[in-house]
């Protein structure tokens, strides 16, 4: 092989890799939604740990587990509205509808109070989480170096 045509090909192989983390972004956010929704169907935060029960009042209205349907939605509207997506260029959004907010941190107003059940990680980054992106990011730049 020529040394300019190997020039040219370690030029193309190293101009994709410019591609990777957006390639890698799409993939993790993909893994992230797996990892979202397992959590919402088995009542757990990022971690495993699960979210508190619901209160016997809010029992009448809505089932277990929480976060199933909020202040009179329809059922799953929650869970359905919390999603990852990829960013133009690289990075991931994640998207958390309300009253995802006051789910994540509780509230305590007086004579209610409701406990916190995150969604979000606020900590180290969760297993699953972890491994979608990795997963992610190795399968982008295993098809970079091999011209894909």
């Known amino acids: 092989m020529s040394d300019l045509k190997f020039m040219g090909q370690l030029g193309a192989r ?3 890799l410019a ?3 957006s390639r890698a972004a799409s993939g993790a956010a993909a893994g992230i939604n797996e990892a979202l929704r397992a959590q919402f169907e088995d009542g757990v935060d990022p971690y495993g740990a699960p979210w508190a029960k619901l209160a016997d009042r809010t ?3 809505h ?3 929480p976060l199933q349907g909020e202040f009179g939605a329809r ?3 929650m869970a359905s509205g919390v ?3 990829p960013l133009p260029g690289a990075g991931i959004g994640i998207t958390v509808p309300f009253p995802g907010g006051i789910h994540q941190t509780g509230a305590d107003r007086g004579n209610w109070h409701m406990p916190a059940r995150k969604i979000l990680p606020e900590r180290q980054m969760p297993g699953a989480w972890k491994q979608a992106i990795d997963s992610a990011i190795a399968e982008a730049m295993s098809g970079s170096l091999k011209g894909r």
């Open 14 to 16: 190293l101009n994709d």
């Open 59 to 61: 029992l009448l209205k």
């Open 75 to 77: 059922p799953g509207d």
């Open 19 to 21: 591609r990777v983390p």
């Open 63 to 65: 089932d277990e587990p």
């Open 83 to 85: 999603y990852a997506a």
